[in-house]
């Protein structure tokens, strides 16, 4: 346990130094001296760093002052942990996806100085509250997927003892609605709330086939005076048609090598792909994965690769450009992902399509791999690259249509008796 004392300079001014003992763990008595004004941030840590130490474990930030590597604030004090500092630690550790470091970037420019003594779950509300509904007024989807981003870097926090609790897991279920108090604030602002997510997962026949005409420059609808002009049209018209037989995502697409498409195995060879696995020492690592193709999928390619004289090295379609800098290609798939995006929505909108995006194809090709094979889902689990049960049911949406046809049956209830 931890002990405290006060000392008074000739100034007029004072300090207080807590000195931590246990042998066992920590071998030395750890001295640590704050000033007046950091005493609150600091009696929180003391009491982290002391329930840690009964448990027989150091933090290492106590380490850290033991060994003399402790940051140092201009005064030669070791400085206070931060919310920025756990989660550089976690990105330094962790295999993330682009969508979570761009909203951890975001999150730490806005409340990155918060001590870590002030983790807790009054911060997590006010930060929900204060920031995210009443300041950028996010859609609750939005809203849950920044939270996810930062609870899973707290997660790892506490894996690490950095930290005793994640204070993401006391929030309850529906802490991303509105209230009416939020949506008053939200007003006052002179802001709006966007609509919620309204997209419909899957595309019909009918709205498939305008899509198509749309990207043949072909369909005009109603208000509208010419058909829509798209740059590279034969390039969005072989992702488009890809992304419904192989149930790829939109980075996988547009970051496709011709080398990767293996006629002869009858699949796509996809590197670094979003989803993760861990080797013998528990890192994350990038996976790799296989994704068979059907007889139209080669066709089109072959077509595609023989119409523009690819070589195998060369990039399937022409958007992406490939970095050896790990941070350039970042940048460079955000450029690319937001340029698609943008061009996807207009094509969607003028097929009648307007709460679709591309990423609604995955859903799409991903249904249709229930309802036209007879593979089982782990088997479409590797297809789609989903590493959880729980992400992978997100995507199934089933017509009713088609289970109705599989049912097969007049009734299901039992003959009345006569």
């Given at each position: 346990m931890s002990t405290r004392k006060i000392t008074k300079k000739k100034n007029g001014s004072w300090t207080v130094q807590f000195t931590f003992r246990n042998a066992k763990v920590l071998g030395k008595p750890v001295y640590w001296t704050v000033d007046p004004d950091e005493l609150d941030e600091a009696e929180k840590l003391?009491?982290?760093?002391?329930?840690?130490?009964?448990?027989?474990?150091?933090?290492?930030?106590?380490?850290?002052?033991?060994?003399?590597?402790?940051?140092?604030?201009?005064?030669?004090?070791?400085?206070?942990?931060?919310?920025?500092?756990?989660?550089?630690?976690?990105?330094?550790?962790?295999?993330?996806?682009?969508?979570?470091?761009q909203q951890l970037d975001e999150t730490i420019g806005e409340i990155g100085d918060s001590p870590v003594s002030s983790l807790d779950y009054s911060w997590a509300q006010a930060w929900i509250t204060d920031v995210l509904k009443r300041r950028r007024a996010l859609t609750e989807g939005t809203i849950r997927k920044y939270v996810g981003a930062l609870r899973r870097a707290l997660d790892d926090a506490v894996r690490h003892k950095d930290i005793v609790a994640n204070p993401f897991h006391s929030l309850p279920k529906n802490y991303a609605a509105y209230t009416d108090d939020d949506m008053a604030a939200v007003e006052a602002a002179g802001l709006s709330v966007k609509e919620g997510d309204k997209r419909l997962f899957r595309f019909s026949?009918?709205?498939?086939?305008r899509i198509r005409t749309v990207l043949a420059g072909g369909y005009v609808p109603e208000r509208k005076?010419?058909?829509?002009?798209?740059?590279?049209?034969?390039?969005?018209?072989?992702?488009?048609?890809?992304?419904?037989?192989?149930?790829?995502?939109?980075?996988?697409?547009?970051?496709?090598?011709?080398?990767q498409c293996r006629f002869d195995q009858d699949t796509i060879f996809l590197k670094d792909t979003k989803n993760t696995s861990r080797n013998k020492r528990t890192r994350a690592?990038?996976?790799?994965?296989?994704?068979?193709?059907?007889?139209?999928?080669?066709?089109?390619?072959?077509?595609?690769?023989?119409?523009?004289?690819?070589?195998?090295?060369?990039?399937?379609?022409?958007?992406?450009?490939?970095?050896?800098?790990?941070?350039?290609?970042q940048v460079e798939r955000q450029r690319?992902?937001?340029?698609?995006?943008?061009?996807?929505?207009?094509?969607?909108?003028?097929?009648?399509?307007?709460?679709?995006?591309?990423?609604?194809?995955?859903?799409?090709?991903?249904?249709?791999?229930?309802?036209?094979?007879?593979?089982?889902e782990a088997e479409i689990m590797e297809i789609t690259g989903h590493s959880t049960k729980e992400a992978h049911d997100l995507y199934r949406h089933l017509r009713g249509s088609h289970l109705a046809k599989k049912i097969g049956v007049k009734s299901l209830a039992p003959h009345a008796q006569g």
């Open positions: 003391v009491r982290m760093y002391d329930q840690l130490l009964v448990q027989g474990i150091a933090h290492k930030d106590l380490i850290a002052m033991r060994d003399g590597t402790a940051r140092r604030s201009g005064r030669g004090q070791a400085d206070l942990p931060r919310l920025r500092n756990l989660v550089d630690s976690y990105l330094q550790r962790v295999h993330v996806t682009d969508a979570d470091r026949f009918d709205d498939i086939n005076q010419r058909p829509l002009e798209l740059e590279q049209p034969d390039a969005m018209r072989l992702m488009f048609e890809i992304g419904l037989e192989t149930a790829m995502r939109m980075n996988e697409l547009y970051r496709l090598r011709v080398g690592t990038s996976r790799n994965r296989e994704v068979p193709m059907t007889d139209r999928a080669k066709q089109l390619l072959r077509d595609y690769i023989q119409r523009h004289d690819l070589p195998a090295q060369d990039m399937l379609l022409p958007w992406y450009a490939e970095y050896p800098d790990k941070k350039a290609r690319v992902t937001g340029m698609l995006s943008h061009r996807w929505k207009r094509v969607f909108m003028h097929a009648g399509c307007p709460h679709h995006t591309f990423h609604c194809v995955r859903h799409e090709a991903t249904s249709r791999l229930y309802e036209a094979t007879d593979l089982r």
